[in-house]
């Protein structure tokens, strides 16, 4: 049975930084956002973490190999008619109880994890797919067993990231990443947050994680997300991280954030940029729009005390 930790949240919250510092640690092989392997990867051909195409990647070549017989013969129409049939914000509701189109969807990933739990000798495998819809998905899926991390971050900082312009490497500056207004990711912020609440009262192990936190002590953070994967964890295993940087290895992200392809020193510090870049106006319908969660996940509401700190601290 493959072991499988999970990342969730909305984007921008940091779970590519949870997952390239998960994935330093033995016994634990990140894999991506796994739920763009199949157009991404499959269909197109993009880059791995590791620089090479995905048909050259050796890594991917043997999972696609060992989960289907070669990637080739993967129906990638028929996984996104299931993905459309299911894996929706709007049908969480209905994921309640599994059906026999979410079983065949969960049985792909199920597929992808257990070749690349084999195929790495890892004991824990990684998706950083953050779509809480394909948590409640995945729930349902045999032989794996399933530990979520959700990924918390201030709403206001996911919204103010999901204004700036990011271009998508991996298409050779051909694409840009999505962008949001910050009134619509204050909504995403709301809905993606409590389908993972949802998801730890339906049974499914669950912990959170706040980005703040974890940057504030990532060695602590690390320890325990370790011990809730069931990894054990010395003090060497840890050497990767230095004060205020961890130094990364090359690693085979399938698909995601840009920061898959960081290779080396890679700085930790807490991106708290928006506290002032953000618009007085626009943080403040943020903050209006995700009160209720921010409070329960102990969020300041009024980041002007923040705020003033910082202009202290400037020269
Ligand atoms: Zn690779």
Known sequence: MARVLFLGGLGRSGTTLVERLLGELPAVRALGEVVHL???????DERCGCGARFSACTFWKRVGEQA????HRVDVQRVHALRDAVERTRH???????????????GYYTRVYRAAAEVSGAGVVVDSSKHSALAHVLRWADDIDLR?????????GVAYSWTKTVTRPETDGADEMTRYSPGRSALLWNAHNAAFDLLARR??????????????D????LR????????PVGDDDLGFLGDGHADLRVGHSAAGNPMRFTVGRLPLRRDDAWTVALPRGQRRLVGAVCAPMLRA?????????????MNQEAP
Do not use: T
């Not at 325990?224 to 990894?231: F, K, R, T």
């Open 297 to 309: 996940y102990g969020y300041p509401l009024n980041p002007l005390s923040q705020e003033a700190r």
């Open 224 to 231: 325990e997300l370790a011990s809730y994967a069931g990894i």
């Open 92 to 106: 969480i509701p209905r994921l309640a109880r599994p059906s026999a189109e979410v079983l065949e969807y969960a």
């Open 203 to 216: 049974g499914v192990p669950v912990h959170r994680v706040r980005y703040e936190q974890f940057l504030a």
């Open 38 to 44: 199949w157009q991404r990867d499959i269909r197109n």
């Open 218 to 221: 990532p060695r602590a953070a």
């Open 68 to 71: 289907f017989g070669g990637w």
């Open 148 to 156: 979520v991390v959700h990924v918390v971050r201030d709403a206001r």
